[in-house]
């Protein structure tokens, strides 16, 4: 079992990444060692789909994406289990609370010059109410429940940050 095999497990046992310049894997981004917050990005997402088959979306606030929607989703804080930060982005960009139930996804994504691995989860809203326009800020503009069809649609109305929301909802549904 590889040094990132063994790193990989001990993150879905619930250990938090460490984040030292010393910690290498045996990994290489662009011939160099993969090093969490120099060329590798953990990211941690949450899929919900309700009993009445809507998804819930937040609508981003950030410039680059302003407006468009999305899943929950963001970047592992320092110190942070994966879990502890899926809870964390859905609190800070839905404003509700969950409890995760499944890892439905773990994903890699390398590019050129650096690297970012996606844990997705989806569970259950155990409090809380849906972030509104009033509510807005620098994580996101609000969330909305969505149909499923209207959000999965060839010719969907909802403008959609990026297309990936739509295999990670399919992969909510078995779960």
């Not at 120099?38 to 789909?49: G, K, P, S």
């Not at 690297?115 to 989860?121: A, L, M």
């Not at 503009?141 to 909802?158: G, I, N, T």
């Amino acid at each position: 079992m590889t040094n990132f095999e063994k790193t990989l497990i001990s993150y879905l046992a619930g250990k938090p990444p460490e984040y030292t310049s010393e910690v290498e894997y045996d990994v290489t981004i662009k011939d160099n060692p993969a090093m969490l917050k120099r060329n590798l990005t953990i990211i941690v997402a949450a899929v919900f789909i309700d009993k009445e088959s809507n998804v819930l979306l937040i609508q981003e606030a950030k410039q680059g994406c302003r407006g468009e929607w999305y899943l929950p989703a963001g970047r592992l804080e320092e110190n942070e289990t994966i879990e502890e930060g899926a809870k964390r982005e859905v609190k800070e960009e839905a404003n509700v609370d969950f409890e995760p139930t499944s890892l439905i996804c773990v994903e890699n994504y390398p590019n050129a010059f650096s690297s970012w691995v996606r844990f997705t989860y989806t569970g259950n809203i155990t409090g809380g109410k849906l972030k509104t326009t009033k509510q807005a800020d620098k994580d996101s503009l609000q969330a909305k429940w969505f149909p499923l069809d209207a959000v999965q649609s060839p010719r969907s109305q909802v403008n959609l940050r990026a297309r990936d929301v739509l295999k990670l909802v399919d992969a909510c549904k078995t779960h």
